[in-house]
């Protein structure tokens, strides 16, 4: 069995517990609060790869998105509302007033899930997210499992059920660091996608996929990630899927002798370099606070503001259907 203990006392006085699974070279260490992972490491690596702290207090602020599962639809919606069945639905709008991100302020980052199994190397658990919960229609019972295969790569598979129409949209919020610096200067990311949506001012897609080439989000050969690029950098990549169903590479990040893949079953993945990261007086694993550009989020998942385009890949969800969501992250070294 694996490693657990308690990490904390949420806000409605349920345990929060920190489970610690591991296989070949890999450890990972997931809490329940947001289904986050806490910590990523290999044997041979003295440091995580991931964004993260050492209490829970941080988890209820700065870090509130660190590692966490973001849902019941990740991203942005715009104006905080949606057409559904024909019908205007509105939504908790949680930033700055105007868009709904990443499912409202009660969100599945933002609760407490329950652990239903947990052995060597795995973990799964599960949250029901009540009708009309943050404006959302359906109950939805979701279902997360990590788990570290034979090659230690980590795999995340997600799946959900409702009961009524709703919206359905997940993505794994890690910030990656690769070689435990204050920033991304000597990181390289390729990414495989020939197209990406452009955003607005409150960073919402307005158009339909444009060609990244010639532009500075052209990632299709591994580039640096500068600071001419990472300033702008908060967008959706449209992934060159080969089939419809299946995992296929989202994208390659590297540093020094340390290498990510990742590969999704999702159609998108959105590409934020952490510009707004500031998580003082909360230390990180490396016992200084985060700040700006420190890890970057590499997060599968539908395209925003999806309920609002219906030219992008649907994130509706019937009661007839199952939401599923397979992403494999594997790190070592080159």
């Known amino acids: 069995m694996s490693n657990i203990e308690q990490f904390g006392t949420a806000p409605d006085g349920t345990s ?12 990972a260490t997931v809490m329940t609060w947001g289904a986050s992972l806490l910590d990523f490491r290999l044997a041979e690596v003295p440091y995580s790869l991931v964004l ?10 700065p870090m509130r998105y660190f590692g966490a599962l973001v ?23 949680n930033e700055n007033g105007h868009t709904t ?8 980052a933002q609760r407490n899930w329950q652990l ?26 979701v279902f997360a499992t990590y788990r570290i295969d034979d090659n230690g790569a980590m795999l995340i598979e997600l799946s959900a ?26 990181h390289r990311l390729q990414i495989n996608a020939t197209h990406y949506l452009p955003v607005d001012k409150n960073l919402l897609p307005f158009t339909a996929p444009e060609p990244v080439i010639g532009t500075a989000y052209d990632f299709q050969q591994p580039c640096y990630l500068q600071q001419s690029n990472q300033d702008a950098l908060d967008h959706n990549f449209c992934l060159n899927r080969i089939h419809d169903r299946g995992l296929c590479r989202a994208c390659t990040l590297s540093a020094g002798k340390i290498q990510l893949d990742i590969d999704t079953t999702a159609p998108g993945l959105q590409v934020y370099a952490g510009s707004s990261i500031a998580t003082v007086p ?24 999806a309920p609002n385009r219906p030219e992008y890949p649907s994130v509706t ?12 992250f594997h790190a070592h070294l080159v």
């Open 71 to 93: 849902g019941r639809v990740a991203n942005r919606i715009e104006g905080g509302q949606a057409i559904l069945d024909g019908q205007i639905v509105k939504f908790d709008r």
């Open 317 to 328: 969800l019937h009661p007839d259907e199952h939401y599923q969501q397979i992403s494999r």
């Open 116 to 141: 239903v199994e947990h052995y060597s190397r795995s973990c799964s658990m599960s949250l029901s997210i009540a009708d009309r919960e943050d404006g959302f229609p359906g109950n939805l019972e």
């Open 161 to 186: 059920t409702t009961d009524a129409n709703t919206f359905c949209n997940f993505a794994h919020h890690s910030y990656w660091s690769l070689d435990d610096t204050v920033n991304l200067s000597a």
């Open 101 to 108: 991100l990443h499912g409202g302020r009660t969100g599945s």
């Open 52 to 61: 993260g702290g050492h209490t829970f207090e941080a988890y209820l602020g």
């Open 16 to 27: 929060v517990m920190k489970i610690n699974i591991a296989h070949q070279s890999t450890t």
């Open 282 to 305: 909360y230390l990180g694993h490396g016992g200084k606070p985060y700040g700006a550009y420190s890890g970057i989020a590499l997060e599968p998942q539908h395209w925003p503001n």
